[in-house]
């Protein structure tokens, strides 16, 4: 492992120009307190991190993953102010440009790590975008930044393999839907389920070619640190191996956060500092290191700052505790035995490292 891996860090007082309508949890608030999570790491870490100023994603990039009208239906709503695309999903003046920059932003990060300027990086951008579907905005999320940089990684970089691995609280729909087809992406998921928006249940497993390359691992409210690292050391850790990518996008929601006020899950800093130990262990193994993590939910102020510096303090370890050599035991009749055993049914027949036992 190096002994001090390149951290770039992506923020921009420009996502706050999104603006919220009264009372919505996904408001410019989120993005300081993680602001002042990178700030007190900074005085305890100078020249830890590496700031980068983003740019707009070109209509190239984001038509890899959204329709033409798309593009036109959001920058239009935007264009008539303040309002509404869906119960959820609310748009102000600057949201079509700020969403444009969440796009880029994750593809400036994802293309500096794949051409080697930087090891690794976290992108702390609003709004979310594992939601939106190829033809709608939901949940908050007007484009997918995420499968987009991915898409820019295979068409730009010339990256072949890609793993999407999305710890949200909640299921990213969109994501599943825009490579569920493709086996040359891995979309995994934990999420609370049954929850917003429905989909995400342990059988979407793929379509045609894709079959296994859409891999959910839904889990029970009140799952907590225990619960989560046992996924990650059975089910997500071996099947991302096995997959083998040349790089990883990290999905990182902090709504599974104990403090959260949508989510009814427990992870507390430890276990977020766990999982993140995990998927550097698994990028190290697999694709030289090359991982991204890109904001998507997280609603408490306590749950994003505790989220950040967790994930932070996990990049900046020269030598990572590894969790992989000792899984949890999966004691019979146990949240996480039934979790596992669901994922296991399955795919036991598409990954032969998860095959029941």
Not at 109 to 119: F, H, V, W, Y
Not at 129 to 145: D, I, K, P, Q, V
Not at 303 to 327: F, M, W
Request: glycine share 10%; with cysteine.
């Amino acid at each position: 492992m190096d002994v001090t891996r390149r951290i770039g860090v992506i923020e921009d007082p420009r996502f706050q120009d999104h603006i919220e309508p009264t009372h919505h949890p996904e408001a410019a608030a989120r993005l300081v307190a993680v602001g002042k999570a990178l700030e007190a790491w900074r005085q305890d870490h100078p020249g830890s991190l590496t700031s980068l100023t983003p740019s707009e994603a070109s209509d190239d990039d984001i038509l890899l993953i959204h329709t033409e009208d798309h593009l036109r239906t959001v920058k239009a709503a935007a264009a008539r102010g303040h309002g509404h695309l869906d119960a959820d999903t609310f748009i102000s003046p600057a949201s079509y440009d700020v969403a444009r920059l969440a796009a880029g932003s994750c593809v400036d990060l994802a293309m500096r790590i794949a051409s080697g300027e930087l090891d690794t990086g976290f992108a702390a951008l609003r709004p979310p975008g594992h939601h939106a579907e190829s033809r709608a905005a939901m949940g908050f999320c007007l484009f997918n930044s995420v499968a987009v940089a991915a898409r820019a990684l295979q068409q730009h970089a010339g990256i072949e393999k890609i793993l999407i691995f999305d710890w949200d609280v909640h299921h990213g729909n969109g994501s599943q839907h825009s490579f569920e087809s493709d086996p040359s992406i891995l979309y995994m998921s934990t999420h609370q389920f049954p929850f917003y928006p429905g989909t995400g249940a342990a059988g979407e497993s793929g379509l045609g070619m894709g079959l296994g390359s859409t891999f959910n691992v839904p889990m029970p409210q009140g799952c907590g640190d225990f619960e989560y690292l046992g996924v990650m050391q059975h089910l997500i850790a071996p099947v991302a191996l096995e997959f083998d990518p040349d790089f990883i996008l990290v999905s990182c929601g902090f709504d599974a956060h104990e403090a959260d006020p949508l989510g009814s899950m427990n992870i507390t800093a430890n276990g977020f500092h766990a999982m993140t130990q995990i998927m550097q262990e698994v990028a190290e193994s697999a694709c030289g290191g090359r991982i991204a993590y890109v904001l998507e939910g997280g609603y408490s102020a306590q749950g994003l700052i505790e989220g950040t510096t967790s994930v932070l303090a996990a990049l900046s370890e020269p030598q990572p505790e590894s969790r992989l050599g000792s899984p949890l035991a999966i004691d019979a009749g146990s949240n996480l035995a039934a979790v596992v055993d669901a994922v296991r049914a399955v795919h036991s027949q598409n990954y032969t490292c998860i095959k029941s036992r």
